[in-house]
C-alpha cells in the first residue's frame, strides 16, 4: 500500500515538474526584453548553483567535489555550452519550437554512445532517427528567414552539446562513485564561473532589474534547478527511470502550448508536422529503453532464482 502511494505520488511530483520546466522556456524567452543572453546565462547558472549546494547543505551531504577534471569538463559541456546555446538561440527562436529542437537530443546520443560507449544502434532505433531526421527537414524550412535558422542551429548545437555532456557523465558514474546531486552542483557551479567570465567579456548593456527579471531569475534558480532538481531525484528513487523519461516528454509539450498561449507562437504546417514526427521519435525511443530495462531487470531476477 505504501509503495503504490509512493508511486502515485512521484506521478504528481511528475506532472508538477514537467509545468516547471516546460514553463521555463517561456520565461527564458520574456527575460531576453530584460538581459543579454549571455549574462543571463551566467546569472541564473550561478544562482542555480547556489541553490543546489544550498540542499545539498540542508541534506547534509558532503560538499568536496570528485573527480574535478571530468566534472569540470561536464560543467563545460551541459552548463556553459548548453544554457548559452539554448539562451541565444531564444533571441530570435520561439520558445515552444527551441524546446523540441533541444530534447532532440537523444538522436545524438545514438552515435555517440556507439562510438564513445559500444551501445549500437539496433532495429526500431533506427525507425525513431530516420522519423526524427523527417521532422528536422520540415522544421529547418531552407524558406524561413535567415534569423529564425540561426536560431534553429543553436538550438540543435545545444542539444548536441546536451548529448556530449552524458556520455561524460555516463564514462564518469562507470569509474567513479558519485552522488548525482553533488556532481549536478560542481558541474554548474564550474560551467556558470565560465560563463560569467565570457559574460564580462562581451559587451553588452547591464541587466535591467525590473520586477520580471528578478522573478525569472527566482523561479530559474529555486524553481526550476533548486527545487526541480529534488523533484527529480525523489521520481527516480520511486519511479522505473525508463518510464520517468518516457513521461518528461510532456516538458516540450507544455513549452510548446506555453509559448502558444502567452507568446502567440502558433507553428507552421511544416514546423507542426516536423515536431509532431520528434514527439512520436522521442516517444519510440523511450518506450524501447524501458522495454529493455524490463527485460534487464526480468533476466536478473530469474538469475537470482536459479
Known sequence: MKKNLELKLAAAILVLLSLIWGYNWV???????????????????????????????LRRQPLRPVALGPTLLLGLLQTTAFTALIQWALVSGGAGKTAVLVYAMPFWLLPMAWVFLGERVRGLQWVAVALALVGLVFILDPSKPQGDLFSTMLALLGSVAWAASAIVLKRLRARTRVDLLSLTAWQMLLGSLVLCIIAWWLPSEPPRLTPYFIAALIYNGLLATGLAWLMWLFILDRMPAGLAGLSSLAIPAVGVLSGWIELGERPSGPESFGMLCIAVALGLISAIALRGRQLQARAASAGSRS
Do not use: I, Q, W
Not at 524567452?29 to 547558472?45: I, L, W
Open 27 to 57: 520565461v527564458m524567452k520574456n527575460v531576453m526584453r530584460y538581459a543579454d543572453p549571455f549574462d543571463f546565462s551566467a546569472v541564473r547558472t550561478l544562482f542555480g548553483a547556489l541553490a543546489l549546494f544550498a540542499v545539498l547543505a
